[in-house]
T-cell receptor, first 115, second 113 residues
Framework: GAGVSQSPSNKVTEKGKDVELRCDPI?????LYWYRQRLGQGLEFLIY????????KSGLPSDRFSAERTGESVSTLTIQRTQQEDSAVYLC?????????????FGEGSWLTVV | GENVEQHPSTLSVQEGDSAVIKCTYS??????FPWYKQELGKRPQLIID?????GEKKDQRIAVTLNKTAKHFSLHITETQPEDSAVYFC????????????FGQGTILTVHP
Protein backbone atom coordinates (compact mmCIF):
# COMPACT_ATOMS: atom_id res chain seq x y z
CA GLY A 1 0.00 0.00 0.00
CA ALA A 2 0.89 3.66 -0.14
CA GLY A 3 1.52 4.00 3.56
CA VAL A 4 1.27 2.34 6.94
CA SER A 5 -2.31 1.37 7.56
CA GLN A 6 -3.82 0.91 11.01
CA SER A 7 -7.19 -0.31 12.22
CA PRO A 8 -9.38 0.48 13.94
CA SER A 9 -8.81 4.22 13.76
CA ASN A 10 -10.85 4.67 16.93
CA LYS A 11 -11.76 2.20 19.65
CA VAL A 12 -13.74 2.73 22.83
CA THR A 13 -13.65 -0.20 25.20
CA GLU A 14 -14.73 -0.96 28.72
CA LYS A 15 -12.15 -1.39 31.43
CA GLY A 16 -11.14 -5.02 31.72
CA LYS A 17 -11.83 -5.93 28.10
CA ASP A 18 -9.16 -7.08 25.66
CA VAL A 19 -8.42 -5.11 22.50
CA GLU A 20 -6.53 -5.90 19.32
CA LEU A 21 -4.97 -3.25 17.12
CA ARG A 22 -3.81 -4.05 13.62
CA CYS A 23 -1.02 -2.65 11.51
CA ASP A 24 -0.25 -3.15 7.82
CA PRO A 25 3.26 -1.85 7.10
CA ILE A 26 4.46 -0.41 3.82
CA UNK A 27 5.03 -3.25 1.37
CA UNK A 28 8.63 -4.43 1.43
CA UNK A 29 9.45 -2.90 4.80
CA UNK A 30 11.15 -5.46 6.99
CA UNK A 31 11.05 -3.45 10.20
CA LEU A 32 7.86 -2.68 12.09
CA TYR A 33 7.45 -0.66 15.26
CA TRP A 34 4.76 0.11 17.79
CA TYR A 35 4.74 3.34 19.77
CA ARG A 36 2.28 4.79 22.25
CA GLN A 37 1.41 8.47 22.52
CA ARG A 38 -0.60 9.70 25.46
CA LEU A 39 -2.48 12.96 25.09
CA GLY A 40 -0.06 15.86 24.90
CA GLN A 41 2.95 13.61 25.35
CA GLY A 42 5.81 12.34 23.27
CA LEU A 43 6.01 8.93 21.70
CA GLU A 44 6.95 5.93 23.83
CA PHE A 45 8.61 2.96 22.17
CA LEU A 46 6.80 -0.34 22.80
CA ILE A 47 8.19 -3.07 20.55
CA TYR A 48 9.84 -3.62 17.21
CA UNK A 49 10.17 -6.48 14.74
CA UNK A 50 12.96 -6.91 12.24
CA UNK A 51 12.58 -9.70 9.72
CA UNK A 52 12.79 -13.09 11.36
CA UNK A 53 14.79 -11.90 14.36
CA UNK A 54 13.34 -12.10 17.84
CA UNK A 55 11.35 -8.91 18.51
CA UNK A 56 12.66 -6.27 20.88
CA LYS A 57 9.94 -6.11 23.53
CA SER A 58 11.82 -3.91 25.95
CA GLY A 59 9.28 -1.07 25.79
CA LEU A 60 6.17 -3.05 26.63
CA PRO A 61 4.84 -1.54 29.88
CA SER A 62 3.38 -4.73 31.38
CA ASP A 63 2.60 -8.35 30.60
CA ARG A 64 -0.88 -7.25 29.55
CA PHE A 65 0.71 -6.00 26.34
CA SER A 66 1.82 -8.33 23.57
CA ALA A 67 2.40 -8.13 19.85
CA GLU A 68 2.79 -10.53 16.99
CA ARG A 69 3.87 -10.19 13.42
CA THR A 70 3.29 -12.63 10.60
CA GLY A 71 6.46 -12.79 8.55
CA GLU A 72 7.15 -9.34 7.16
CA SER A 73 3.53 -8.28 6.95
CA VAL A 74 0.69 -7.58 9.34
CA SER A 75 1.22 -7.03 13.05
CA THR A 76 -1.28 -7.14 15.88
CA LEU A 77 -0.86 -5.38 19.22
CA THR A 78 -3.01 -6.92 21.95
CA ILE A 79 -3.83 -5.30 25.25
CA GLN A 80 -5.45 -7.59 27.77
CA ARG A 81 -7.62 -6.48 30.67
CA THR A 82 -7.46 -2.86 29.58
CA GLN A 83 -7.03 -0.13 32.17
CA GLN A 84 -7.89 3.56 31.91
CA GLU A 85 -4.20 4.45 31.78
CA ASP A 86 -3.99 2.47 28.52
CA SER A 87 -5.98 5.24 26.83
CA ALA A 88 -3.69 6.67 24.17
CA VAL A 89 -2.95 6.71 20.48
CA TYR A 90 -1.11 3.59 19.41
CA LEU A 91 1.10 4.35 16.44
CA CYS A 92 2.56 1.74 14.16
CA UNK A 93 5.52 2.51 11.94
CA UNK A 94 7.67 0.71 9.45
CA UNK A 95 11.01 1.13 7.73
CA UNK A 96 12.87 -0.59 4.96
CA UNK A 97 15.39 -1.96 7.45
CA UNK A 98 16.76 -1.01 10.84
CA UNK A 99 20.10 0.41 9.92
CA UNK A 100 20.86 3.95 10.98
CA UNK A 101 19.06 6.41 8.82
CA UNK A 102 16.32 4.16 7.53
CA UNK A 103 13.37 6.51 7.56
CA UNK A 104 10.58 5.41 9.86
CA UNK A 105 7.12 6.06 8.46
CA PHE A 106 4.17 6.27 10.83
CA GLY A 107 0.57 5.27 10.40
CA GLU A 108 -2.33 7.49 11.45
CA GLY A 109 -2.67 5.61 14.71
CA SER A 110 -5.40 3.81 16.59
CA TRP A 111 -7.05 6.02 19.20
CA LEU A 112 -7.92 3.86 22.19
CA THR A 113 -10.23 5.09 24.92
CA VAL A 114 -10.82 2.88 27.95
CA VAL A 115 -13.92 3.83 29.92
CA GLY B 1 18.96 3.85 28.25
CA GLU B 2 18.74 6.96 26.12
CA ASN B 3 17.06 10.09 27.44
CA VAL B 4 16.09 12.98 25.18
CA GLU B 5 15.17 16.37 26.57
CA GLN B 6 13.45 18.93 24.33
CA HIS B 7 12.99 22.67 24.86
CA PRO B 8 10.94 24.76 24.78
CA SER B 9 7.66 22.97 25.30
CA THR B 10 5.79 25.79 23.57
CA LEU B 11 7.03 28.41 21.14
CA SER B 12 5.08 31.29 19.68
CA VAL B 13 6.48 33.41 16.84
CA GLN B 14 5.28 35.92 14.31
CA GLU B 15 5.07 34.95 10.68
CA GLY B 16 8.41 35.51 9.02
CA ASP B 17 10.44 35.10 12.21
CA SER B 18 12.77 32.20 12.90
CA ALA B 19 12.07 29.38 15.32
CA VAL B 20 14.64 27.25 17.11
CA ILE B 21 13.97 24.06 19.05
CA LYS B 22 16.72 22.36 21.01
CA CYS B 23 17.25 18.79 22.18
CA THR B 24 19.86 17.10 24.29
CA TYR B 25 20.54 13.39 24.47
CA SER B 26 22.36 11.24 26.98
CA UNK B 27 23.71 8.22 25.09
CA UNK B 28 26.95 8.99 23.27
CA UNK B 29 26.32 5.92 21.08
CA UNK B 30 23.33 7.61 19.43
CA UNK B 31 24.13 8.47 15.83
CA UNK B 32 20.83 9.22 14.11
CA PHE B 33 18.66 12.23 14.93
CA PRO B 34 15.37 12.74 13.08
CA TRP B 35 12.83 15.50 13.53
CA TYR B 36 9.12 14.84 13.13
CA LYS B 37 6.25 17.26 12.61
CA GLN B 38 2.83 16.28 13.88
CA GLU B 39 -0.28 18.25 13.04
CA LEU B 40 -3.31 17.90 15.27
CA GLY B 41 -4.81 14.43 14.93
CA LYS B 42 -2.32 13.44 12.24
CA ARG B 43 0.59 11.06 12.04
CA PRO B 44 4.13 12.23 12.82
CA GLN B 45 5.98 12.97 9.58
CA LEU B 46 9.71 13.14 9.13
CA ILE B 47 10.84 16.61 8.11
CA ILE B 48 14.61 16.32 8.35
CA ASP B 49 17.22 14.06 9.89
CA UNK B 50 20.93 14.13 10.55
CA UNK B 51 23.55 11.47 11.10
CA UNK B 52 26.42 11.87 13.48
CA UNK B 53 29.02 12.15 10.73
CA UNK B 54 27.82 15.65 9.80
CA GLY B 55 27.32 18.79 11.82
CA GLU B 56 24.61 20.52 9.82
CA LYS B 57 21.99 19.75 7.23
CA LYS B 58 19.64 22.12 5.41
CA ASP B 59 16.49 21.64 3.39
CA GLN B 60 14.97 24.89 2.17
CA ARG B 61 13.70 26.73 5.27
CA ILE B 62 14.61 23.95 7.67
CA ALA B 63 18.02 23.15 9.08
CA VAL B 64 19.34 20.89 11.80
CA THR B 65 22.64 21.24 13.63
CA LEU B 66 24.38 18.63 15.73
CA ASN B 67 27.03 19.04 18.40
CA LYS B 68 28.24 15.55 19.29
CA THR B 69 30.62 16.76 21.97
CA ALA B 70 27.87 18.55 23.85
CA LYS B 71 25.29 15.94 22.86
CA HIS B 72 22.73 18.37 21.60
CA PHE B 73 21.00 19.06 18.31
CA SER B 74 18.68 21.80 17.16
CA LEU B 75 16.00 22.44 14.58
CA HIS B 76 15.96 25.83 12.88
CA ILE B 77 13.00 27.05 10.85
CA THR B 78 13.44 30.32 9.01
CA GLU B 79 10.78 32.57 7.49
CA THR B 80 8.08 30.79 9.45
CA GLN B 81 4.59 30.47 7.98
CA PRO B 82 1.25 29.74 9.67
CA GLU B 83 1.29 26.24 8.15
CA ASP B 84 4.44 25.52 10.16
CA SER B 85 2.23 25.50 13.25
CA ALA B 86 2.34 21.97 14.69
CA VAL B 87 4.01 19.85 17.34
CA TYR B 88 7.64 19.08 16.59
CA PHE B 89 9.43 16.08 18.06
CA CYS B 90 13.12 15.35 18.10
CA UNK B 91 14.38 11.80 18.47
CA UNK B 92 17.61 9.87 18.82
CA UNK B 93 18.65 6.35 17.90
CA UNK B 94 21.76 4.36 17.24
CA UNK B 95 24.30 1.97 18.63
CA UNK B 96 22.53 -1.16 19.75
CA UNK B 97 19.24 0.74 19.71
CA UNK B 98 19.17 1.69 16.06
CA UNK B 99 15.65 0.36 15.71
CA UNK B 100 14.27 2.28 18.67
CA UNK B 101 13.75 5.99 18.47
CA UNK B 102 13.72 7.79 21.79
CA PHE B 103 11.58 10.90 21.43
CA GLY B 104 11.63 14.23 23.16
CA GLN B 105 8.43 15.50 24.74
CA GLY B 106 7.57 17.76 21.83
CA THR B 107 7.36 21.49 21.14
CA ILE B 108 4.09 23.15 20.24
CA LEU B 109 4.98 25.77 17.64
CA THR B 110 2.43 28.48 16.87
CA VAL B 111 3.09 30.89 14.04
CA HIS B 112 0.88 33.98 14.19
CA PRO B 113 -0.06 35.63 10.88
Amino acid sequence: GAGVSQSPSNKVTEKGKDVELRCDPISGHTALYWYRQRLGQGLEFLIYFQGNSAPDKSGLPSDRFSAERTGESVSTLTIQRTQQEDSAVYLCASSLATGVGNTIYFGEGSWLTVV
Amino acid sequence: GENVEQHPSTLSVQEGDSAVIKCTYSDSASNYFPWYKQELGKRPQLIIDIRSNVGEKKDQRIAVTLNKTAKHFSLHITETQPEDSAVYFCAAAGGTRYGKLTFGQGTILTVHP
